[in-house]
């Protein structure tokens, strides 16, 4: 291939922390710039950059993802009391994933990606299931207190015309805990319009689950919204393209889903979302085969890997070892964010390099070349356990032969 593939618009692209900031730059080095002239506004997320702009580069960043409609972002860490000391941050600062979800008010939608070497655990499984997690309020966004001792909890909501609702929570007669959780109709709204269009896309089926039998006034308002949305906006297209919407009980909906056989999306609440896209991923086989886009329903998209940030792995790379770090998801949030670019600019190379890229890494897995936490996964074969140079020197030499 002599001439780099073009690019009329940027990508946002946004660097991340410690072993998935060195994949991050070995990614573009071996698998991007030598075929396309990339264009990128750049954004430093990695920690220290975050702590010096009392983390208003977050903020930038998602406002560029906005300008120009889609991002890629590397893992970022989300500090803890251990990392403030460690980095010695001015503060906590929140979660980069969060900042950004909450100024587009997207859904995270997660798909593993499968190869046949690698079996299901789930031995019916036999195409990818894509959760949606609803990325707004619940408890990631929760108010909570430690309570010191007898005492009454209240909820009392105060409206803008001076009218009052209370109810008791609980007369707690001794020390205890007490949370308290919101979500917003139009984020919820939100939600429900980009899981149907995003079934629609896909051509698969869409299934939402809460817990309204407990939940009678929280839950039950996601399922209320979901419905009146379907029934209004797209029945009639889910009906066409021969969709099915459907809803269950949360508990009934993980039964459903172990006894299927894939090849549908499953809505969820946050945290059900959180929870039940990492037990889907490992049931694919791992983690690091987890992609991951936040879609909004003006149109933005942004892509990462599901993972974080492989800090074990980054304390043995400063020692100067080299790492068996699998690179699978961040490479498909590149080839992802590539292809989402190439349509909407209209760009036919651009996109068939993604595709090229993403085939590169099945036919290097195919040829049992892998990382070491795929090795002892595989059946019917018998790999070869490479580093991560080692496996994106051989993407590399695959997707030469590919595009000459």
Request: glycine share 6%.
């Amino acid at each position: 291939m002599n001439k780099k593939i073009p690019m009329t618009t940027p990508l946002v692209e946004m660097d991340g922390d410690e072993m998935t900031r060195i994949i991050w730059q070995q990614i573009k080095d071996e698998l991007l710039l030598p075929f396309i002239d990339l264009q990128t506004e750049y954004y430093d997320l990695g920690l220290p950059a975050r702590d010096q702009s009392d983390d208003q580069i977050t903020i930038q960043a998602a406002e560029a993802i906005k300008k120009y409609h889609v991002g890629v972002k590397c893992a970022t860490i989300t500090p803890n009391a251990q990392r403030v000391e460690e980095y010695h941050l001015k503060e906590m600062w929140k979660s980069p994933n969060g900042t950004i979800r909450a100024i587009l008010d997207g859904t995270v939608f997660r798909t593993p990606i499968v190869i046949d070497a690698i079996k299901p655990a789930v031995r019916n499984w036999q195409q990818p299931i894509t959760i949606a997690r609803h990325a707004y309020g619940d408890v990631y966004k929760g108010t909570e207190y430690r309570v010191p001792g007898p005492g009454k909890a209240e909820l009392l909501f105060t409206g803008e015309d001076g009218t009052t609702f209370r109810q008791t929570v609980y007369d707690y007669e001794g020390p205890g805990v007490l949370q308290a959780t919101f979500n917003k109709d139009a984020s919820i709204r939100s939600f429900a319009h980009a899981c149907f269009q995003y079934a629609l896309n896909l051509k698969q089926d869409l299934w939402f689950s809460t817990k309204d039998t407990i939940s009678k006034q929280y839950d039950q308002t996601f399922k209320l919204i979901f419905q009146e949305i379907y029934e209004a906006d797209y029945k009639d297209a889910f009906e066409a393209a021969g969709l099915n919407y459907f809803y269950t009980l949360i508990d009934d909906a993980v039964a459903r889903v172990i006894r299927s056989q894939g090849g549908f999306i499953w809505a969820c609440k946050n945290y059900d979302g959180d929870v039940m896209s990492d037990m889907v991923s490992t049931a694919f086989g791992s983690l690091a085969m987890m992609t991951s886009v936040l879609v909004s329903p003006e149109g933005n998209y942004e892509y990462e890997a599901a993972h974080g940030t492989v800090t074990r792995h980054y304390y043995r790379h400063l020692q100067g070892e080299e790492t068996s770090t699998n690179p699978m998801a961040t490479i498909f949030a590149w080839s992802g964010a590539l292809r989402k670019r190439g349509e909407l600019d209209d760009n036919a190379a651009l996109q068939d390099f993604a595709d090229q890229l993403e085939a590169a890494c099945f036919q290097t897995l195919d040829d049992g070349i892998m990382t070491k936490d795929l090795v002892g996964l595989c059946q019917d074969m018998t790999p070869t356990a490479v580093t991560t140079t080692q496996f994106i020197a051989a993407i590399r030499e695959r997707l030469e032969q590919a595009l000459r």
